[in-house]
């Protein structure tokens, strides 16, 4: 070797170990609070009986989707499927898990996509931060958060979130920089405040971009859930990764089929959400 080796796994193995060895008593603290919110979630899911969740589902998706009968039908069937193949409580979880983590995942990448789009400065230090995080294998967010809060769907959550962030922050911040210039202008001449012009000017324009971002958000949610499984996540994900351990075909079909069922109508009600941008 030419260089002296750079430790560098070896110091963010030490970097780890520390926080967790001091700041052990927040880590406990943040498992807690979240477990129990995925856990309050899941029972208000599971409170409602099968047909009345469909039933209630149903009407929300022929609403959302402005009365798109195909979406509302297949919304429909493919509920009943899923109950029909006896996955409707691994269902509940995957969806509680998957809403808690995307939620959690908005919570911190819009403001940052916004702080990222009106400040050179934070945008510098976010997009390398957002490569880094993108092209990260998403395995090796499992290492930490089972280090931090050992095994559960706490940590399949924190990993599902700091997978699930960065389309969030990137679209938002491409939305909110891509209003065209003579809006703000317009605005400016109108003596509005920059939090007037955020609210009433940029992000109504940006919104479509935003809901892209919302959407992908959700999607890689639903996918880092079935790889958190590995890790103690329950739900559908948890079935798949049965069914490769026993090599149980039937088993892994019927959470694989689930899984698709629910993202085909997350994905579906989110575009059906997304404004037309009309300028």
């Not at 971009?209 to 499984?229: D, E, K, R, Y």
């Amino acid at each position: 070797m030419i260089l002296p080796e750079i430790p560098i796994g070896n110091t963010v193995e030490a970097v780890v170990y520390w926080v967790n060895d001091n700041l052990g008593f927040l880590l406990d603290l943040f498992s807690k609070f979240i477990n129990t919110l995925i856990s309050e979630f899941r029972e208000v899911l599971l409170f409602l009986s099968p047909i009345a969740f469909i039933l209630i589902v149903t009407a929300i998706v022929y609403i959302i989707s402005q009365r798109d009968v195909k979406l509302t039908l297949g919304t429909v069937i493919g509920f009943l499927l899923i109950e029909n193949m006896g996955l409707w409580k691994l269902s509940m979880e995957t969806i509680s898990l998957v809403l808690s983590s995307a939620a959690m995942a908005l919570f911190i990448g819009i403001p940052a996509g916004i702080l990222a789009a009106k400040n050179e400065i934070a945008f510098h230090i976010v997009k390398p931060i957002l490569d880094f995080m993108q092209t990260m294998p998403s395995f090796v967010y499992l290492i930490p958060a089972v280090i931090f809060f050992g095994l559960g769907n706490v940590p399949g959550l924190v990993a599902t979130v700091m997978f699930a962030m960065p389309p969030a922050v990137r679209l938002t911040t491409l939305g909110i920089r891509q209003v065209p210039v003579e809006l703000n202008e317009v605005a400016n001449a109108f003596g509005t405040t920059s939090t007037q012009k955020l609210l009433k000017v940029e992000l109504p324009i940006a919104l479509p971009t935003i809901m892209a971002g919302v959407n992908q958000c959700i999607m890689l949610s639903l996918s880092m859930v079935v790889i958190a499984a590995m890790i103690g996540a329950r739900g559908l994900g948890y079935q798949v990764l049965v069914g490769i351990q026993r090599v149980d075909i039937a088993q892994g079909f019927e959470a694989g089929l689930g899984i698709v069922i629910i993202a085909i109508v997350l994905d579906r009600l989110t575009q059906s959400i997304t404004p037309k941008n009309k300028i």
